[in-house]
């Protein structure tokens, strides 16, 4: 995908804190994009800038080649959804999702037009004479999406949109977020806080910490691969062990308690082994371990200190002989017979990541 | 989407620099929020801090220069009995507001929604209502043929009649009366921001009422009787109108002294020294509320 | 227990009678003058002989207590207007503005507010004598903005602080400059501050007497001022009159102020 916003080396400071320091991104056109971090973290900074509300102290932002920082942001042809509800209270919805076309002094008809359309895409056609305070949450958020969709700008910004909302109607319009996307091909930054919700939506994930960008991927890159400790941690359950790795024509890696496990096409070096939950199959120490061959894909031996039903899975929580704690997600079914406090060993399914 | 975005951009995106006077201009006016606090701060220049410095300055330079107006108004015992009024009258009516603002302030913390809304809708309208005219309403009410006199000798309780007015006795009835108020909405607040469930644990520990009151809710209370009294001590020692209606030759205070200095003696440096010093109090006065709630800082929150 | 009413036993009754007690006392004065206005007494003597309404054709034959009253209406406006645009504008800068100094300027817009009256009003009083104001339009209405800008100020701020200025930035994303989104977005919302303000600023000028005093000449004088100097030279009947003229007046805006404020709920 060839860029089409590049974000250059963008730094911002509050004073004596810096918000966003020295980020670069390039993203295509018609991509979704996610910025997902820990609050504070910048994420929200970042798009202000894009959308023109707050001036970068250095770097660029351009837009097809041109840069964006002279325009001013009502002409800079963006939409945005905030997190709280931004309706014009005292318009109706119909009002509302006209404002822009109205600032643009589209003629009448256009107007009339595309606000039937978007009144038909967030699916509020029979609200379109209420007050904003007279919808929920979730509609308020869906006429201030297709206010933000209705003058048909380059790019929908989107902060933390959702985060107000509970959870089953969260799903609904992740799902109708989703489709519009779909349907209009718009470039669409996302920003959240919620790793779950980002996994679902987008292309790429841009994973912020501390002003900076950690890793900018596709979500199962950022998944199975992350580039840092602190992307493995922040998307998903992760276990870290510290691993050796001997040399290429051994490729294994040493885990603290002295299992060993095969890891091919791995630099030597040291490092730490990242394992996901479900990257384990628990077994009784005293039930057929014998029967494993540790040298294919490794088994690590603890004991149970705690286990959590949880619904579809149960979280097994296992300490190992070098007091390295790890977290299991099984089948309910496969887990019937454990207790905290039984020695066992844990199989390993899959190659683990060595973080770089 | 994306129809004809080329043609959209090149529509919606002007130069890198806006071109013209007005456009920069406008690029002015959106950027510089801040500068539109200019106009009030011109006006604070000119009808405030300039006036206060003159004062100063009147207050050093004038008939010569140094600190002889003060020295003046410390030393003649006259100045000096003017003084102590201020004090003295400004005391009292501190003492007797908090004293009936207490139990008012009570009463609308524990009412129902509508006679809390009514007493605390006629405490409001009597903030908000002419100070001149309700002070002239008191002048005749309390004259020794008045309505008030005329009564008690009617029920019988006196025989003769009480001289209510032209003393002090007026000017803290009608200074009570302005600033009653003042000490009631801050009691209000406090005693709204209590927890009832302290009250609750009190009596639960085995507190009587009375107990209950003397070490939970009065202690309690006692940000909002100290923030109301400082109000009200304060404002009573710059009243002018209330005192001069109400009260009599004996019982000049401060304001009076100021505004006889400059209005009909002329002596401008004597009655700006008057003025300094009043505004030294006051000031010292809020400075100390300020460190004590500093009820700007909290209400911006973070912001 | 202590908070509610149910539980105060005996002790509810001693602060209900105080609460009679203290709301006649603030109601006394006021009934009483607008009863006075229409008793027939020339000496103010109260229960009057009998009721009239002489004192008020007294008090519209003679022009110069319509002049005071036609120059009170147009001092508090004037005044009124000049806070509120001030304040909005300085309420605007504090609270959207990157100013460093805000609280300072906070600060400083307020003290005017705890300042005693007196004080400013000699002090104005000095600088006027020296620029030319006294006895003018512009000093009156200047003098009694600066009295009513701290209100206005806090009124306004409050007001802004309660509305979301993202919505305001949401309006300028959909294509608004700053000011159109001001104008269709930010003083729509907050008109509810702003009329407020300008009731209450005008109705500090309209009550404002101390200054006015100092700035009132034979050209110009406000109602206060006319009240005032009659007062101190004849209490007659009229001066009753043109006290109930000024409460009422307060009245009628603290009504709309307080039905503006209920619908805003
Ligand atoms: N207007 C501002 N003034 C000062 N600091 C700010 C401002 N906006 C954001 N910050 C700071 O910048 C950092 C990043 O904030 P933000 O971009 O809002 O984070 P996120 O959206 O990831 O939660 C935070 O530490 C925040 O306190
Ligand atoms: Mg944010």
């Known amino acids: ?65 041109d840069s964006l920082l002279p325009v001013a942001p009502n002409l800079r042809n963006i939409g945005m959804v905030f997190q709280r509800y931004t309706l014009i209270p005292h318009l109706t919805v119909a009002e509302n999702i006209a404002f822009p076309m109205k600032m643009r002094k589209w003629d009448r ?18 609200f379109a004479d209420r007050r904003p305070n007279a919808l929920s949450g979730g509609q308020q958020q869906r006429v201030a999406l297709a206010r933000a969709l209705a003058y048909e700008p380059e790019m929908l910004l989107m902060d933390e949109p959702l985060a107000a909302l509970d959870q089953s109607l969260k799903l609904d319009l992740q799902r109708e977020i989703r489709r519009i996307h779909d349907s209009t091909g718009a470039t669409i930054l996302y920003v959240t806080h919620d790793q779950e919700e980002a996994m679902r939506l987008s292309d790429r994930i841009a994973v912020f910490h501390n002003g900076t960008v950690e890793q900018f991927a596709t979500p199962g890159e950022i998944y199975q691969k992350p580039g840092s400790a602190f992307v493995a941690g922040f998307v998903g359950h992760s276990n870290l062990l510290p691993a050796e790795m001997f040399d290429e024509a051994h490729p294994a890696v040493a885990l603290a308690g002295g299992d060993s496990t095969g890891t091919p096409g791995l630099q030597p070096g040291k490092g730490a082994a990242l394992f996901r939950p479900e990257d384990f199959t628990v077994l009784r120490s005293d039930t057929g371990t014998a029967a494993l061959t540790a040298a294919q894909t490794g088994t690590i031996t ?33 887990t019937a017979d454990l207790r905290p406090g039984d020695q066992v060993s844990l199989r390993i399914l899959r190659q683990p990541w060595i973080l770089p | 989407m994306q129809t004809g975005p080329d043609k959209t951009r090149s529509v919606q995106l002007p130069g890198p620099a806006p071109r013209g006077w007005r456009a920069a201009l406008r690029a002015r006016l959106e950027g510089a929020t801040a500068t539109l606090a200019i106009p009030a701060l011109l006006l604070v220049l000119f009808f405030f801090l300039l006036p206060v410095a003159l004062l100063l300055a009147r207050s050093i330079l004038e008939p010569e220069a140094g600190l002889g107006n003060y020295a003046e108004l410390l030393q003649s015992g006259a100045y000096r009995t003017v003084l102590l009024n201020t004090f003295t009258i400004a005391s009292v009516v501190t003492v007797v507001t908090v004293l009936i603002g207490f139990p008012v302030a009570w009463l609308i913390a524990v009412s129902n ?23 002239f309403a008191w002048l005749i009410l309390l004259q020794s043929n008045g309505v008030i006199n005329r009564m008690l000798k009617g029920l019988g309780l006196i025989s003769e009649p009480l001289s209510l007015v032209n003393n002090m006795t007026g000017v803290v009835i009608g200074m009570t009366y302005i600033l009653l108020p003042f000490v009631i909405f801050p009691l209000l607040s406090t005693m709204r921001a209590i927890e009832p469930g302290l009250l609750r644990a009190a009596a639960l520990c085995g507190a009587n009422r009375w107990q209950c009151f003397l070490h939970v809710f009065l202690p309690a209370c006692v940000p909002g009787i100290a923030a109301g009294a400082l109000m009200v001590f304060v404002m009573s020692l710059g009243y002018f109108i209330t005192p001069v209606m109400l009260g009599g030759s004996s019982t000049m205070m401060l304001a009076e002294l100021i505004v006889h200095l400059v209005q009909s003696l002329l002596r401008w440096g004597l009655g700006a020294a008057a003025a300094f010093i009043l505004f030294a109090i006051t000031l010292a006065a809020y400075a100390l509320q300020l460190r004590l709630f500093d009820p700007l800082r909290s209400a911006k929150g973070g912001r | 227990m202590l908070l509610d009413f149910r539980h105060l036993g005996a002790l509810r009754w001693v602060l209900v009678a105080i609460g009679l007690l203290v709301a006649g006392f603030l109601l006394l004065p006021v009934v009483f003058i607008v009863l006075l206005s229409f008793g027939s007494s020339r000496w103010l003597i109260f229960p009057p002989p009998g009721w009239t309404l002489k004192w008020y054709e007294a008090f519209f034959a003679d022009p110069g207590w319509f002049a005071a009253l036609g120059a ?16 909005l504008g300085a309420a605007l800068a504090m609270s959207r503005g990157r100013l460093r100094g805000a609280w300072w300027l906070h600060m400083l817009l307020l003290m005017p507010m705890v300042l005693p009256v007196v004080v ?50 949401a309006a300028v994303l ?30 500090i000028s309209w009550d404002e007497i101390v ?44 009504l709309i102020a307080a039905i503006l404020t209920r619908r805003g709920r």
């Open chain 3, 120 to 169: 400013l009003a000699v002090g104005i009083y000095s600088l006027a004598l020296r620029a030319g104001l006294n006895d003018t339009f512009i000093g009156f209405v200047l003098s009694h903005a600066i009295v009513a800008l701290p209100f206005t100020v806090i009124i306004l701020v409050n007001g802004l602080n309660s509305f979301d200025p993202s919505l305001e930035d």
């Open chain 3, 72 to 87: 009170s209406l147009r001092v508090g406006l004037a005044a009124a207007v000049i806070a509120v645009v001030f304040g």
């Open chain 1, 1 to 65: 995908m060839t860029a089409w916003l590049s974000i250059d080396a963008l730094s911002k400071s509050f004073g004596q804190s810096i918000a966003v320091r020295d980020v670069s991104l390039e993203i295509g056109r018609g991509e979704f994009v996610t910025f997902l971090g820990p609050s504070g973290s910048g994420k929200s900074t970042l798009l202000y800038m894009i959308a023109g509300l707050e001036t970068p102290s250095t770097g660029d932002i351009r837009l097809a080649g």
């Open chain 1, 302 to 334: 603890g004991t149970i200190t705690d286990i959590v039903f949880l619904g579809p899975v149960v979280e097994i929580l296992v300490r190992l002989a070098s007091g390295a704690r790890i977290l299991v997600r099984q089948a309910p079914d496969l």
């Open chain 3, 211 to 254: 200054i006015s005093i100092f700035m009132a000449g034979p050209n110009l004088q406000t109602l206060p001022v006319k009240l005032w100097t009659t007062l101190r030279q004849d209490l007659t009947p009229v001066i009753a009159v043109a006290s109930t003229m000024v409460l009422a007046f307060s009245l009628i805006l603290l």
């Open chain 3, 174 to 203: 959909c294509g608004a400059s700053r000011w159109r989104a001001r104008l269709h977005v930010t003083f729509p919302s907050i008109r509810l501050s702003i009329i407020t303000a300008v009731i209450f600023a005008f109705l």
């Open chain 2, 113 to 135: 929604r509508f006679w809390g809304m009514a007493l605390l809708g006629l405490i409001f309208i009597s903030m908000w209502t002419s100070l001149l005219t309700r002070s």
């Open chain 1, 109 to 126: 008809q256009r107007q009339k037009r595309r606000l039937e359309e978007m009144l038909a895409l967030v699916r509020l056609e029979e």
